[in-house]
């Protein structure tokens, strides 16, 4: 097999200190922050003169891991935020045990739903949530079988 797991997510976000909030009151843990910078970034994302601050953010169950990063050097191009059927990738979701206190933990936050809440064949109450820089934050309750 060639692939092990899925590692993260990356978000990159123009003000990581709102962004980390966000996710904390979402439910994600803190694992880290971090500066980062130097030749070895610069070749790996393919940039010149990269210095960003980064912080981990892990599930509680400790599977699932973002990582949000604010550019120092050089600034973020700000792509707006689009639609919810715009190509690419669009939305990361969580499983959530009860959506509504979590849609109010979030809304203090900046996060406003983006449609309505849904139910999907009595088995889920799904909805999508624009979270920090438009990225969009798919929330998923089981409620049935």
């Known amino acids: 097999m060639t692939?092990?797991?899925m590692d993260h997510v990356g978000i990159v976000v123009r003000d990581l200190?709102?962004?980390?909030?966000?996710f904390v009151a979402l439910g994600l843990e803190r694992d880290g922050e971090g500066t980062v910078g130097g030749d070895w970034v610069d070749r790996v994302v393919g940039l010149e003169g990269v210095e960003s601050e980064i912080a981990m953010l892990r599930?509680?169950?400790g599977h699932g891991c973002v990582e949000l990063v604010e550019f120092r050097s050089p600034p973020a191009e700000d792509g707006g935020a689009p639609p919810s059927n715009a190509t690419g990738l669009r939305h990361i979701t969580f499983a959530v045990e009860d959506l509504d206190a979590?849609?109010?933990?979030?809304?203090?936050?900046?996060?406003?739903?983006?449609?309505?809440?849904e139910t999907y064949e009595d088995i889920?109450?799904?909805?999508?949530?624009?979270?920090p820089?438009?990225?969009?934050?798919?929330?998923?309750?089981?409620?049935g079988e």
Not at 124 to 131: A, I, P
């Open 3 to 5: 692939i092990e797991r």
């Open 102 to 117: 979590v849609l109010a933990r979030l809304r203090p936050h900046g996060g406003e739903l983006v449609g309505a809440v």
């Open 17 to 22: 200190a709102a962004a980390v909030d966000f």
């Open 59 to 61: 599930t509680p169950d």
């Open 133 to 143: 820089e438009g990225v969009i934050v798919e929330l998923a309750e089981r409620i």
């Open 124 to 131: 889920y109450r799904l909805c999508y949530v624009r979270g």
